[in-house]
T-cell receptor
Framework: AQSVTQLGSHVSVSEGALVLLRCNYS??????LFWYVQYPNQGLQLLLK??????LVKGINGFEAEFKKSETSFHLTKPSAHMSDAAEYFC?????????????FGKGTKLSVIP | NAGVTQTPKFQVLKTGQSMTLQCAQD?????MSWYRQDPGMGLRLIHY???????DQGEVPNGYNVSRSTTEDFPLRLLSAAPSQTSVYFC???????????????FGAGSRLTVL
């Protein structure tokens, strides 16, 4: 079984400030982890993924995330928030390897950027 | 490439009516899935398919049917709509990453369904 907990359903940051969105996972086997972003009235698009190579993963739009096995975390960060980052962000987990197709999503964190 | 195409974008039904949400992908992806998104609930898997002729249930399958007669299409059927099925529905497809084997989803734009 696997699960994802995203701490904070809403996060507000000032433009130019650090963005930190928290994700903790639970998995009985080594996981693959993902962050997706959803802009208003759109589908989800992949920001970045961890697939057991480097633990620090860089994604699109300046975002990155670090896999920390000891903390079962995969927090998403961006050094300087931009107005265009306002969206909802979802963390997701699946089993590693070729055996699993099912992703389990967190409940999402809505990011607001204050000018 | 069109990617993943969902139709209709919006639909209003009355309780007890039936309808089909269409999903088509032109990327030759083996895996397709349907999720529903409700406020504060994230995305929950309804049904998925790992190839033509093969389907399986996800987390919330009750009230929904699927079939996969071709690689490209994966329709979601509501046989007797209920207000609890008011939601935004997303279809996704994927091909396994060749190096890691990870299943990386490509999502459609969504279908917003209201059941009165």
């Amino acid at each position: 079984a696997q699960s994802v907990t995203q701490l904070g359903s809403h996060v507000s940051v000032s433009e130019g400030a650090l963005v930190l969105l928290r994700c903790n996972y639970s998995s009985s086997v080594p996981p693959y982890l993902f962050w997706y972003v959803q802009y208003p009235n759109q589908g989800l698009q992949l920001l970045l993924k961890y697939t057991s190579a480097a633990t620090l993963v860089k994604g699109i739009n300046g975002f990155e995330a670090e896999f920390k096995k000891s903390e079962t975390s995969f927090h998403l960060t961006k050094p300087s928030a931009h107005m265009s980052d306002a969206a909802e962000y979802f963390c997701a987990v699946t089993r590693s390897g070729a055996g699993s197709y099912q992703l389990t999503f967190g409940k999402g964190t809505k990011l607001s950027v204050i000018p | 490439n069109a990617g993943v195409t969902q139709t209709p974008k919006f639909q209003v039904l009355k309780t007890g009516q039936s309808m089909t949400l269409q999903c088509a992908q032109d990327m030759n992806h083996e895996y397709m899935s349907w999720y529903r998104q409700d406020p504060g609930m994230g995305l929950r898997l309804i049904h998925y398919s790992v190839g033509a002729g093969i389907t399986d249930q996800g987390e919330v399958p009750n009230g929904y049917n699927v079939s996969r007669s071709t690689t490209e299409d994966f329709p979601l059927r509501l046989l007797s709509a209920a207000p609890s099925q008011t939601s935004v529905y997303f279809c996704a497809s994927s091909l396994r990453d060749g190096t890691s084997g990870a299943n990386v989803l490509t999502f459609g734009a969504g279908s917003r369904l209201t059941v009165l």
